[in-house]
């Protein structure tokens, strides 16, 4: 499967805790992109990386919130002291050049307990 | 700002029924316009954009600048486009690569 891979698919963690999530982007695509879904709504975007320059940070982003894409291939995403509020799914998508599409991964469950 | 509006969460038709999948938008610049699926335990995947102006899948979609509108249509509905059905906005701009997306719309095609 050459597409956007995402580890791990669930996580369940206690709130207080820290996590990180991991994206695999299609080879070669030089922009990644994080939305987070919660139940009922739209994705909303989070973060951008052109290679492993992050361009965009939403306000959604707050301090907990840190992303890197260290190589300019994969990314992660961490978020410290974790809340409920952050209970959502974490999607991560990447496309190449400038080119308008986006390509999904599957996502990465988040629950906070 | 950007915003997208999907009025109905839900939308059920029959299979050979004319759908439509309403979307608005507010933006003050010229923006791109997309309309992204989710099927049953896929991931999202881009339908069509507007600039394309083509058919996928039987689907349509024309931009309405005067009503800032930018709805999904199909003539016969088939049972295989039940889905989560997303509208989604680019904004202009070279550096401008973010999307915003609706709250979405449950597609169900009942047979």
């Known amino acids: 499967d050459t597409g956007v891979s995402q580890d791990p698919r669930h996580k369940i963690t206690k709130r207080g805790q820290n996590v990180t999530f991991r994206c695999d982007p299609i080879?070669?695509?030089?922009?990644l992109y994080w939305y987070r879904q919660t139940l009922g709504q739209g994705p909303e975007f989070l973060t951008y990386f052109q290679n492993e320059a992050q361009l965009e940070k939403s306000r959604l982003l707050s301090d907990r919130f840190s992303a890197e894409r260290p190589k300019g291939s994969f990314s992660t995403l961490e978020i410290q002291r974790t809340e409920q509020g952050d209970s959502a799914m974490y999607l991560c998508a990447s496309s190449f050049g400038t080119s308008y599409e986006q390509y999904f991964g599957p996502g990465t469950r988040l629950t906070v307990t | 700002a950007q915003r997208v509006t999907q009025p109905e969460k839900l939308l059920s038709v029959f299979k050979g029924a004319p759908v439509e999948l309403k979307c608005n938008y507010s933006y003050s610049g010229s923006p791109e316009l997309f309309w992204y699926v989710q099927y049953s335990r896929q991931r999202l995947q881009l339908l069509l954009r507007?600039?394309s102006r083509e058919s996928i899948k039987g689907f349509t979609a024309d931009l309405n600048k005067g009503e800032t509108s930018f709805h999904l249509k199909k003539p016969f509905a088939q049972e295989e486009d039940s889905a989560m059905y997303y509208c989604a906005l680019r904004g202009s701009g070279g550096s401008n690569y973010k999307l915003t997306f609706g709250k979405g719309t449950l597609l169900t095609v009942n047979p």
């Open positions: 080879s070669e695509h030089n922009r």
């Open positions: 507007h600039i």
